[in-house]
């Protein structure tokens, strides 16, 4: 392996020239690869949803609850900082890198202690062992986050993609096999593990950089308080993924958190996958541009724009299928989610585009506020889980996306809205197209499926015209919006671009 720490492996110099054409070849190319990913969760959830029951997954979520928050204090947000600061050096990458490994460490030896403790919260005696074998799962990934890190900071978009998609095709791979072989919930298990292994080789071999030595080093402090307020606001934000699930397992039982998990496994982990690329495009060439005040503003705008031009009317679209999406995509057994997932969809959203304004309180050094929006999200996150579980899972999942919709969202534009180039109403005026073309598309698929033929015929068959309904319905209306239409414009010449340098390139 050819060690870079000095040279290639942190300069950012070389992308300011053309950091336009990165970014939009990146973000292309991040779109490219999260429709893969995507397909890959849709398969995996499809086919692992048939071959195991609904209790299969309520046991793992029953861990992955009350551990989830310990990614992110294996991660502290060392993985930011190197992405952010400008003039990284090697040695501190270095010490980031050795403190991601002790943490993760530290997590795994924390979880292994705690396993009877949660297997005595729910009263499931195999949750010990399952606990401790996620545990290794810490270990391994504490020692990729700075790997990722500087593939991020260059750039590196293509193979990023690439690494995500092959070690989201290996999980899947590798989990079916086991429940093809009667490993049950251990299938769950399998799936983690191969997954955390497969990205640890793979970033590790694509990086090219090796850490120093252990040592203590200069300037570290900025970059620690850059991932202690990355760590708490994940964590904050992040409390009511963690109480949800919890707290349905500790009242309903395995098959109603089985059924949450899927439901929130089919719709919010794609739109989780879309923001998480959101970060690895935006970060950096926000950063590059946090002295340009018109661009920046343009650029996030243009980000948030696209966003949620994706993911609103896919959310509509769901709303008005739920029940075929479950026939489709779970099977018979799963027919109790239905109402599950309608509600879901609710959530979906605008919650990856509340998420995406975490851009505008990083990249302009605003990280202690970006904690306080957590706090404050989280809270009325979790007092809405609370109000809606003697309702059962349904109550929850109609708690998270009332709180979403009409709170939370409109919380983080607010306080993102405050100070910076972009305002309040700029981030409004970015999603409402969206929303108008979500409504006529709840409207034209709820008319749709008033038709005898349609309300007859195969689910799949359903879904397909439903979606084909919705995708018209959502084009036709985007087509009538100037800015829109501006939009689909931009998109269109940028793939138009890519093949033309395509074909120079052959």
Request: charged residues 10%; glycine residues 8%; contains cysteine.
């Amino acid at each position: 392996m050819t060690n870079r720490s000095g040279h290639q492996a942190l300069r950012v110099d070389h992308l300011q020239a053309d950091l336009a054409g990165r970014s939009m070849r990146g973000g292309a190319v991040t779109v490219g690869a999260l429709g893969f990913k995507i397909a890959i969760q849709f398969g995996t959830v499809i086919i692992l949803s048939r071959l195991l029951p609904p209790q299969a997954f309520g046991i793992l979520a029953m861990v992955v609850a009350l551990t989830e928050f310990l990614e992110y204090v294996k991660e502290f947000g060392l993985s930011t900082a190197t992405i952010q600061k400008r003039d990284i050096t090697h040695d501190q990458v270095s010490a980031l890198f050795w403190m991601n490994a002790t943490l993760g460490v530290a997590v795994a030896l924390v979880m292994v202690a705690a396993a009877p403790l949660i297997a005595l919260f729910y009263g499931q005696a195999e949750l010990t062992e399952i606990a401790r074998w996620l545990a290794v799962g810490f270990v391994i990934t504490g020692m990729t986050t700075q790997h990722s890190a500087l593939l991020a900071r260059q750039m590196r978009f293509n193979t990023l993609a690439v690494i995500g998609v092959s070690c989201e095709v290996l999980g899947m791979v590798a989990a079916i096999a086991a429940a093809l072989a009667g490993a049950d919930f251990w299938s769950l298990v399998v799936q983690r593990l191969v997954y955390c292994s497969a990205l640890s080789v793979a970033t590790w071999t694509a990086a090219g950089w090796c850490p120093g030595r252990p040592r203590r080093c200069p300037g570290l402090m900025p970059l620690l308080v850059i991932g202690g307020s990355m760590t708490g606001s994940a964590i904050i934000n992040n409390l009511g993924r963690v109480v949800e699930p919890a707290l349905i397992g500790w009242w309903w039982g395995a098959l109603p958190l089985g059924l949450y998990e899927r439901s929130h496994k089919l719709l919010m982990s794609p739109m989780n996958t879309a923001t998480a690329p959101i970060y690895s495009v935006g970060m950096p060439a926000l950063s590059r541009l946090d002295e340009d005040t018109g661009r920046y503003r343009r650029a996030y705008l243009s980000l948030s724009e696209k966003l949620s031009m994706a993911t609103v009317p896919a959310a509509a679209l769901t709303v008005a299928s739920a029940d075929l999406i479950v026939a489709v995509m779970l099977g018979a057994q799963w027919r109790e989610a239905t109402a599950i997932v309608a509600w879901l969809g609710v959530a979906a959203a605008l919650s990856p585009v509340g998420v995406a304004t975490g851009l505008l309180f990083i990249t302009q050094g605003r990280a202690p506020e970006l904690l306080k929006v957590g706090a404050i999200g989280s809270t009325i996150g979790v007092i809405s889980a609370v109000i809606g579980l003697p309702f059962g899972a349904v109550g929850v999942a109609a708690g998270l996306a009332l709180s979403t919709m009409l709170v939370r969202v409109p919380l983080c534009f607010w306080f993102a809205g405050r100070k910076g180039p972009v305002t309040v109403a700029d981030l409004y005026a970015s999603v409402m197209p969206s929303l108008l073309a979500a409504g006529v598309a709840l409207a034209s698929v709820s008319a749709f499926r008033q038709i005898p033929a349609v309300d007859n015929a195969q689910p799949i068959v359903a879904l397909i015209l439903c979606s084909g309904v919705g995708f018209a319905a959502t084009a036709i209306c985007f087509c009538c919006i100037p800015r829109s239409r501006r939009a689909l414009q931009s998109i269109l010449d940028l793939v138009w671009r890519m093949l033309a340098h395509r074909r120079a390139v052959a």
